[in-house]
């Protein structure tokens, strides 16, 4: 079996005071863990237990609901934890940085593209920074859909991901959205933004 949880890559509280403890603890044992489990429920006893997540989510409108939400749920939730670290923060750096520079301007261009990205997100959703045609796009999605899926309408390759659904703030910032958003860019792991870059690209070539 192909699909398996990962274990958090740090302590509960390694994100303080940006993400608080009690959030993190919730969001990855009860909200992520719960995900998964649905989205194996779903793919029991079919294909689809050993496919890779990108081809399910290549072709996400041939399947049922439960494996689009709860298969995008457990996705997402992985690069949003990789995307984070307790030494983050700082600026990008090498090709990515030089990248975003071109694309958008500056660093501080792009960031306020991101957060408006994630601000306007109407309800539950995500922001992210995809590689697309071999270059760097903001884009949403709603729910628990992704980039990778054939139903949206913004495709690309995920690099980083911010997840703005209210579990994911609402314990410190209650209905503050732009305030997490202020906050996150202090935990962003840009090596990792930098690797998935790297890998976007390659899968390009």
């Known amino acids: 079996m192909s699909h398996t949880f990962p274990e958090l890559p740090y302590a509960y509280d390694a994100l303080e005071p940006y993400i608080d403890a009690k959030t993190m603890e919730v969001h ?23 496919q890779p997540l990108t081809e399910i989510f290549a072709n996400i409108s041939k399947h049922s609901p439960a494996v689009r939400n709860n298969g995008g749920g457990y996705y997402n939730h992985i690069l949003y934890w990789n995307c984070m670290s307790k030494d983050g923060g700082g600026e990008p750096s090498g090709d ?31 922001a992210w920074l995809v590689v697309k045609d071999g270059a760097l796009k903001i884009v949403s999605t709603s729910n628990q859909d992704n980039p990778w899926m054939d139903a949206v309408d913004s495709q690309g390759e995920p690099i980083l991901a911010l997840d703005v659904w209210e579990h994911a703030y609402y314990i410190s910032y209650q209905n503050r959205r732009p305030d997490y958003i202020n906050a996150w860019w202090n935990v962003v792991n840009w090596d990792a933004v930098a690797e998935n870059y790297a890998q976007a690209l390659a899968n390009k070539a």
């Open 96 to 126: 990515l940085a030089k990248d975003i520079l071109a694309t958008f301007g500056d660093l501080e261009s792009f960031k306020d593209q991101f957060a408006q990205a994630a601000i306007n997100t109407f309800g539950s959703g995500f």
């Open 28 to 50: 990855y044992s009860k909200h992520h863990r719960t995900y998964y489990d649905k989205f194996m429920a779903a793919i029991s006893g079919t294909d689809l237990e050993t």
